[in-house]
T-cell receptor, first 115, second 119 residues
Framework: DGGITQSPKYLFRKEGQNVTLSCEQN?????MYWYRQDPGQGLRLIYY???????QKGDIAEGYSVSREKKESFPLTVTSAQKNPTAFYLC??????????????FGDGTRLSIL | AQKITQTQPGMFVQEKEAVTLDCTYD???????LFWYKQPSSGEMIFLIY??????QNATEGRYSLNFQKARKSANLVISASQLGDSAMYFC????????????????FGTGTRLQVTL
């Protein structure tokens, strides 16, 4: 079945450590997104990418980095500069066509905690 | 100003009853789309229904319908015949500037409403 796979499901970070969250999709979508969700809040956009080798900052990009070397993959690195990384992280993808009703499809998320 | 406002942090509904979840939005674009997603306790986001700003009819998908009032900038989700499995967080989201080219289809989310269906 086509879908989005996020791994790991749970991740723990030590102080001063960088960690990378994986996101892989087999939906042949051009656009991919990373969101952060804090308790009691909606999703906030971290980074997004429309095509391979291109990505743009979202609303809360500080302390995060991404790469888009393959269409299927959009990994997110939470760097040591992100002082409050504990959150639920969701990856999504969509066709690039904006003038349509195509929804974003989401993975199952990664829950990141500080040790 | 918030672009998407969901004023109900939590709602209760009895099984088999209908419930309305409120969503108001703020945009100056003429062409935009509104989405509703369901998030069960497991965390995944499930797409429910879409309404385009130029759609003349209110969207419907099975037990879900959207009460779209463009002049009031509201897009309320109506769930009919509630089931226990409907208990979840529900998010309203907006995609703006549908006629613009060259940018990805970013979504702006509200803070969500937690729905609890009771026996």
């Amino acid at each position: 079945d086509g879908g989005i796979t996020q791994s790991p499901k749970y991740l723990f970070r030590k102080e001063g450590q960088n960690v990378t969250l994986s996101c892989e999709q087999n939906l042949n979508h051009d656009a991919m997104y990373w969101y952060r969700q804090d308790p009691g809040q909606g999703l906030r956009l971290i980074y997004y990418s429309q095509i391979v080798n291109d990505f743009q900052k979202g609303d809360i990009a500080e302390g995060y980095s991404v790469s888009r070397e393959k269409k299927e993959s959009f990994p997110l690195t939470v760097t040591s500069a992100q002082k409050n990384p504990t959150a639920f992280y969701l990856c999504a993808s969509s066709p690039r066509d904006r003038a349509s009703n195509q929804p974003q499809h989401f993975g199952d998320g990664t829950r990141l905690s500080i040790l | 100003a918030q672009k998407i406002t969901q004023t109900q942090p939590g709602m209760f509904v009895q099984e088999k009853e209908a419930v309305t979840l409120d969503c108001t939005y703020d945009t100056s674009d003429q062409s935009y789309g509104l989405f509703w997603y369901k998030q069960p306790s497991s965390g995944e986001m499930i797409f429910l229904i879409y309404q385009g700003s130029y759609d003349e009819q209110n969207a419907t998908e099975g037990r879900y319908s959207l009460n779209f009032q463009k002049a009031r900038k509201s897009a309320n989700l109506v769930i009919s015949a509630s089931q226990l499995g409907d208990s979840a967080m529900y998010f309203c989201a907006m995609r703006e500037g549908l006629l613009d080219t060259g940018t990805a289809s970013k979504l702006t989310f509200g803070t969500g409403t937690r729905l609890q269906v009771t026996l």
